[in-house]
């Protein structure tokens, strides 16, 4: 008795189980028969780098909704002038990530390819072909440079290719020593970048894809490093040319002063006196009651030194009286004449 019941609940819970399992493989199966599906366009043909994205590359095919890559679309409007920035195999979905807006393996009117050395940079086992970088210097101080500092010279600048090789590399070819890297600059940036070369130590970084450059087309990082250094010339100049402000205004003051002693000493009345000190000629000029005015040399064309100018004119006369024993006396006096011979002593 007790054995029927149990085979009895075995047969009932098997029979449960069986059904439960049929009703779950239906449901999937419904769920794989009816799931949404979505229209995608996909490459029929292998697209290069730098290729357009044309109706003949391309064609609709159905896509689970739950598999399609993000941001594939079948509105051709999307994809209709973008150009390839990474390789398309058949059958590859196109996805936005990989198109650019324009074609950078062309060189577009306007702009330059410049060449800068691999080894000069740290970041250039990790850039391609495409990416954006920013264009950095270390300058030391200079006549042109006012202190040493790093400055930014470009921003968002397209790498144009490695080793002349516009394409992108994967794999091991990724990995491959680089020897030269080019750049795509505006033509009007050729000076900064110059300027950058010639002064500075440049150096690259990872840049942003947002758009730096002004309405002329130039890149506006440039155009500050640009009015950097003028700022800089501009300022250099004008030190310059007050320094030789300064230095004629000296040579101009030395060149007048003996002629205004020479002018005051022909309105006065008076007369020139010579004496003879140490194998040298000097001339004085004379004025009754006034300080004798020694000229200089004779043949001397130095500065002419005068008592007259170093004492206030209202106070001359009272000077002259207090000085006057004391200046025709001893060797300074134009009337002193050495001794003629040696002098003896008498014991």
């Known amino acids: 008795m007790r054995k029927s019941l149990y085979l009895l609940i075995a047969l009932v819970c098997g029979t449960v189980a ?3 399992a049929n009703q779950w493989l239906k449901a999937q199966a419904s769920s794989a028969g009816g799931g ?14 730098g290729e ?11 896509w689970p ?6 941001g594939s679309s079948g509105d051709f409007e999307v994809l209709k002038g973008k150009y390839a920035k990474q390789r398309f195999y058949v059958g590859e979905a196109i996805m936005p990530v990989k198109l650019m807006d324009e074609n950078w393996t062309t060189v577009p009117k306007g702009y330059r390819v410049v060449a800068l050395k691999a080894t000069d940079v740290s970041i250039a086992n990790l850039i391609q072909p495409g990416d954006r970088v920013d264009v950095l210097a270390y300058f030391t101080k200079s006549d042109l440079i006012p202190q040493s500092m790093s400055k930014t010279v470009l921003m968002g600048v397209r790498v144009y290719a490695l080793d002349g090789d516009t394409e992108r590399r994967a794999g091991e070819d990724k990995n491959k020593n680089l ?21 500075g130590n440049v150096r690259l970084s990872l840049g942003s894809d947002a758009d730096y450059s002004t309405e002329d087309g130039s890149n506006q990082a ?15 100049e004008q030190a310059e040319l007050l320094k030789e402000r300064e230095r004629r205004a000296m040579e101009a003051s030395r060149n007048t002063r003996p002629e205004a002693v020479a002018v005051k000493k022909r309105d006065e009345n008076g007369f020139a006196m010579f004496k003879m000190s140490e194998g040298r000629m000097i ?3 004379i004025v009754p009651g006034k300080l004798p005015v020694r000229v200089g040399e004779v043949g001397d064309t130095t500065e002419t030194e005068t008592v007259l100018d170093a004492v206030d004119p209202v106070d001359a006369d009272a000077t002259a009286e207090e000085d006057s024993s004391a200046y025709l006396t001893g060797q300074d006096s134009p009337f002193y004449q050495p001794p003629s011979g040696p002098s003896t002593t008498t014991n």
Do not use: C
Not at 36 to 49: C, W, Y
Not at 187 to 198: G, S
């Open 65 to 70: 909704s739950d598999r399609i890559p993000q």
């Open 18 to 20: 069986t059904v439960l």
């Open 283 to 285: 001339e004085y000029w």
């Open 179 to 199: 020897r030269n890297i080019q750049l795509l600059i505006h033509e009007k940036d050729t000076d900064a970048w110059q300027y950058a070369q010639e002064l």
């Open 52 to 62: 357009a994205i044309t109706a003949e590359r391309v064609r609709l095919e159905q």
């Open 36 to 49: 949404s599906m979505t229209e995608i366009f996909v490459a029929t043909a292998a697209i290069d780098i």
């Open 222 to 236: 440039g155009k500050e490093f640009l009015a950097w250094l003028e700022d800089h010339r501009a300022a250099q």
